[in-house]
């Protein structure tokens, strides 16, 4: 057993779905919160219950350097480590090795990389990178991938897709070979110590059936070139997935070009299946992306904007840090019940980042999760509806001054 | 209506008692947290709430600087400001203006200081200083007093001492003449604006009595010389103030000679008010200061210490970076009930410390004020059982390594 997917509502294109992995359940459409190297920044954990995360995404590269894989293996994996008892999905590390390097070498092998850390000589192939991921034991890890630069000729793209498509093969094989090895398996010899099993933080989830493993994402690459996208999505299909994630996007491309693409490679991924689009978005195009049948979206836009003092409202993006909101004893969003919408006024939280406190950081990342989780909750309010509009977030367009 | 003192329970010099303030009840011997800019740095006020801080103390120097006190005036005070229904002490600004400022300069009318952000040239005064703070609206200020440097002779010692005791007349006189201006005195022309006093959270109080007030502490100075402080002592009380303070501590001296001030000096204050000692200590320093019949005490100690990853244990000092923790699965401190302990393992702590993660902020500052505070509960917990000893924290001595 790895993952069951269920599709419980429809409205055009979207559905709303339930994901049930070995840590929990996911309804879907779901955003999930990047936590890069184990933690999502200034947040913790009992926090990102309350908010109602149910599925984190973590950084396998990051994770690969610090504190490194066996560590984490060693602590009964992602979870273990992190106390974190709900679902987790790791990347492949294949985007951060291409966005974080610019010395790397891509040959058919893998890639080598140098760490952005410490500048040490480092190699990631299919198999490595399944290996890591493995060890790090997310409920839902990623084939590795090339992810294509934008612009990028249609030789170039199709070269790129079809290197993708051969690591994706040996991803699966790889990953097929050691599923078993996921540190919460319990048909494994334990990997936990005894001082580890003798904490409850530690022991393995006795309710997981023996034979749970990992679930594996095949990712569809092609450049902007739909033609490409359909052959890529088809031959991963052939390959065999649990889910597929539609890759190689918020690359530099203009937005109308993300959806055109997401839209079309939609067409070609199976109903029965989580269909994942990596790196989005803000609340309008999560909302919208939904709306066109995505079911699993990530991006770093509400923690980083956050630690900048940008903030989503109903009422539009605020700007925190301007001197407007000195003496503003209004809350940040009047129709928002997070817990800092509910205690503090704008005039503080603006005090906060003038004064480079880490508080701003802590409640800014806590309101902009709040909204995006917000605004997935009434996306799949609105599917399970039957409605096919009122997937918009509650926006107000205001200019921004 | 200021505050009012109850001693509840006795065992040798201590008492355990109840400091009755318009924003709620203080077991004392009481630590506050120390929240400078009015925010403990990394942990929101409901987090402070949960650990059962009961009063918090912030610096007038740094809020008169920034936000500046009439925008705190103007939310109500700082209850308003911070949304923080408790307790909070403010101290006058002496400290910080000796502290931070190389190029201050004294008279008798004040002291001309340069901000430590900008450079900007200002003046306290006994009366600024008291202005200050009755618009920050703190439960609990401060005399304006000059904090003695160490080591400094016995003229020198007196000359800032009787400097002290001419700016504390000055401090009450002013203090007396506009006390009903505090933000949140009923018996005020509303200084909120309709739109704050819609918002529930910037309310005033309607269950203060109307001629609700804040308290004015004295703070008796004299350097390292017992006699002094013994007149100090004398001569403050004839003034006449809600409690009383050892200030001119923690500035050099032995520890050694810092509990022998303190003891000599308490032998002087009336045992019907509170005492306050300014800035200190260690856990082992404020359980020993509270044998001694201290009542209040306030440190950076568990907050600074925790930003460096130095954490207070029932085992001794944890440095959490230290590489022996990276794969040790146990808790923080086993004997802690809070709730970093009680969910993560040393080896998350010090890998979020080691990628200078804010989460390890978060979390550390949280467990050190857990600590803290726990470690007051006790002694307030042995005084009321009468026992004389049992004041020490449940520390095992144990070698750094």
Chains 1, 2 share one sequence.
């Not at 459409?29 to 184990?38: H, I, L, Q, S």
């Not at 040996?170 to 001082?195: D, G, M, T, Y």
């Not at 031959?235 to 203009?254: D, N, Q």
């Not at 802590?362 to 096919?388: A, C, K, P, Q, W």
């Amino acid at each position: 057993m790895s993952i069951e997917f269920h599709v419980e509502g429809r409205a055009g294109s979207a559905r709303a779905g339930r994901l049930l992995t070995s840590h929990g359940e996911i309804d879907t459409p779901v955003f999930m919160p990047v936590g890069t190297v184990a933690t999502v920044k200034g947040v913790p954990q009992d926090v990102l219950e309350e908010l109602g995360v149910q599925i984190l995404l973590s950084n396998t590269y990051h994770l690969y350097l610090r504190p490194g894989v066996e560590t984490v293996r060693q602590m009964g994996g992602l979870h273990g480590f992190m106390a974190w008892p709900r679902a987790i999905l790791t990347d492949s590390g294949g985007f951060q090795v291409f966005s974080l390097n610019e010395l790397r070498k891509v040959s058919e092998e893998g890639v080598t990389f140098r760490s952005h850390l410490d500048g040490s000589p480092h190699f990631f192939s299919p198999e490595s990178a399944m290996q890591a991921q493995i060890g790090l034991g997310a409920d839902i890890i990623m084939a590795f991938d090339e992810c294509t630069e934008y612009p990028a000729d249609r030789a170039r793209a199709k070269a790129s897709m079809e290197l993708t498509l051969r690591w994706a093969e040996r991803s699966k094989k790889f990953f097929e070979e050691h599923k078993s090895a996921v540190p919460w398996n319990r048909s494994q010899s334990s990997v936990l110590s005894s001082q580890q099993t003798k904490n409850p933080r530690f022991a393995r989830n006795d309710k997981l059936p023996v034979d749970s493993t990992q679930s594996l994402f095949g990712i569809v690459q092609g450049g902007m070139d739909l033609a490409l996208r359909k052959e890529s999505a088809e031959r991963t299909i052939e390959i065999g997935f649990h889910g597929y994630a539609i890759g190689g996007l918020s690359v530099g491309e203009p937005r109308e070009r993300t959806r055109e693409v997401i839209e079309a490679t939609l067409e070609h991924l199976p109903t029965d299946k989580p269909r994942y689009v990596m790196g989005v978005g803000t609340p309008e195009e999560i909302a919208e992306y939904a709306s066109l049948g995505v079911d699993m979206m990530d991006c770093v836009l509400p923690t980083r904007a956050a630690r900048h003092g940008l903030l989503f409202t109903s009422e539009g993006k605020v700007s925190i840090k301007q001197a407007r909101y000195a003496q503003d004893a209004g809350p940040l969003d009047p129709n928002c019940g997070c817990r800092v919408c509910q205690r503090y006024s704008r005039a503080y939280l603006r005090h906060l980042y003038a004064s480079n406190e880490v508080l701003a950081q802590v409640l800014n990342t806590l309101h902009n999760l709040s909204f995006y989780l917000d605004t997935m909750r009434r996306v799949r309010h609105s599917i399970s509806l039957g409605e096919e509009s009122g997937f918009s977030p509650s926006f107000r367009s205001r200019p921004e001054p």
